[in-house]
């Protein structure tokens, strides 16, 4: 103690108000000279002498961590957006797999929603001979499939269980990556918000998929006579809850890579940011950003056509008949009208008619074709041709290739009466197609977070 003896009544002389001051003021206080706050410790022979750092340094210091270690970063890594673009791949794989479920009609194969337990399926012949009881309960085997065998329900019951075991590795896949990197703040506050929202949207399609099969689980649903089926209307808010879970995905994975590569020359990005932002391109920007909806309004009307059945009908192209469309009084018939006065004749027509429904899929699918061709064309024209992009050039052309591919599926699944391998590439060319319009749509936009961003970066450089 005697050692101390020295420094302590020093301290004492000096009084409190020299020492007990908050960090806010020492931070606000003129600093010191590190020469007058030397400090000599002596012990045991040892002589240490070394300029302590001011109070308030230290407390600058140590705030600044605890900030680091609370706060989000400013960029999300490489990582995080190439695991969202194979979650989005994965999606698009589970819709292709879901139509070919539904083609060989084994949706309701499984009459239970276990989210658990259902992960495993029937392993001994009893627990085979108890889902076949359960499924012979159904409409759909009492009224289609009165002679199935146990083997063949086997067949059916095998592509539902993977069609909801796969949904279930893409919520585990998903949900629990997501929860690491928004607790250990691997993401942007923007990433963060997004990996939760589509966290969420995978729980509720999951809700959806039950609420869809259980339509086509009660008799009470059908009319008399009627072919036992799932709801149109559930079967599109499945189709459409998957197709905005793989554009959320993969919108979120590009603007990461593109961030990236932006920063990696940001007087370039700067650059390509300005070209983008040519007043001559804001019809073209808008444009393209109502095409992709238009593509997705088109897909949506193709799952009404699926739940209706109505690709069985008028099976030619381009005329529905003898003509290029149907009779009247066949596309806009009382029989689908529940009210008295007739008030829902329309809008019932429109949803439930396999006829008006299946016409109103070739309207959209025409009007969406010569929307992309004549994208294409303007962006080959004039002013636009001399300002856009070269990568939306590029974009522009492969979504006419998708277009014109999925054209050619759409019209031979038609003709053909809807075999299962172009059926299946039919619905996939849909994913193609509004993931060509969302890929130009998003290169047609930078947000203002990213273009804050390389601004900040070009001034650190030129500091």
């Not at 990696?264 to 992709?292: G, M, Y």
Request: hydrophobic share 45%; aromatic share 10%; proline share 6%.
């Amino acid at each position: 103690m005697a050692l101390f003896a020295p420094g302590i009544r020093r301290m004492a002389l000096r009084g409190p108000s020299k020492f007990f001051v908050c960090n806010q003021c020492l931070r606000q206080a003129p600093r010191r000279s590190p020469t007058k706050i030397l400090s000599v410790t002596r012990w045991r022979g040892y002589t240490d002498a070394k300029p302590a750092a001011p109070l308030g340094t230290m407390a600058d210091q140590t705030a600044s961590q605890e900030l680091g270690r609370r706060v989000f970063p400013q960029t999300t890594s490489k990582g995080v957006a190439y695991w969202l673009l194979g979650s989005a791949a994965s999606v698009f794989g589970i819709v292709v797999f879901g139509g070919l479920t539904r083609l060989t009609e084994s949706g309701l194969s499984i009459t239970e929603w276990r989210p658990v337990t259902g992960s495993i399926p029937p392993v001994s012949q009893a627990d085979w001979e108890s889902e076949f009881e359960k499924y012979r309960a159904s409409p759909e085997f009492k009224l289609l499939n009165p002679h199935m065998t146990l083997a063949e329900f086997k067949k059916i019951y095998f592509m539902e269980w993977t069609h909801r075991l796969w949904g279930r590795v893409i919520g585990l896949s998903f949900v629990l990556p997501a929860l690491y990197f928004v607790a250990r703040r691997r993401v942007t506050p923007k990433m963060a918000v997004n990996l939760l929202g589509i966290s969420g949207l995978i729980g509720f399609q999951g809700f959806i998929g039950w609420w869809m099969v259980k339509s086509g689980l009660k008799d009470d649903l059908f009319a008399p006579g009627s072919h036992p089926r799932v709801s149109q209307y559930r079967l599109t808010a499945h189709l459409a809850t998957a197709f905005v879970c793989y554009s959320w995905m993969l919108l979120s994975g590009l603007a990461v890579l593109r961030a990236h590569r932006m920063l990696a020359d940001p007087k370039a990005a700067l650059d390509a940011i300005r070209a983008v932002q040519n007043p001559a391109l804001a019809t073209f920007r808008r444009s393209a950003l109502a095409l992709a909806a238009l593509v997705f309004a088109t897909a949506m009307s193709g799952g009404l056509v699926a739940g209706l059945d109505a690709g069985l009908i008028y099976n030619e192209f381009p005329k529905m008949g003898l003509g290029l469309t149907p009779p009247r009084s066949e596309l806009w018939d009382e029989f689908y009208s529940r009210n008295e006065d007739g008030s829902d004749l329309w809008w019932r027509n429109m949803l439930e008619n396999p006829s008006t429904v299946q016409m109103d899929h070739r309207i959209l699918a025409v009007t969406t074709f010569c929307s992309v061709v004549a994208l294409f064309a303007y962006s080959r024209s004039g002013r636009v041709a001399a300002v856009l992009p070269r990568d939306a050039k590029r974009g522009a052309l492969g979504l006419v290739h998708l277009a014109s591919l999925q054209v050619a599926l759409g019209i031979s699944t038609l003709i053909y009466m809807v075999p299962l391998p172009l059926a299946s590439a039919h619905q996939a060319g849909s994913l193609a197609v509004l993931t060509g319009a969302l890929v130009l749509a998003q290169r047609m936009h930078v947000p203002r977070p990213t273009v804050r961003m390389i601004e900040q970066r070009l001034k650190q450089l030129h500091k």
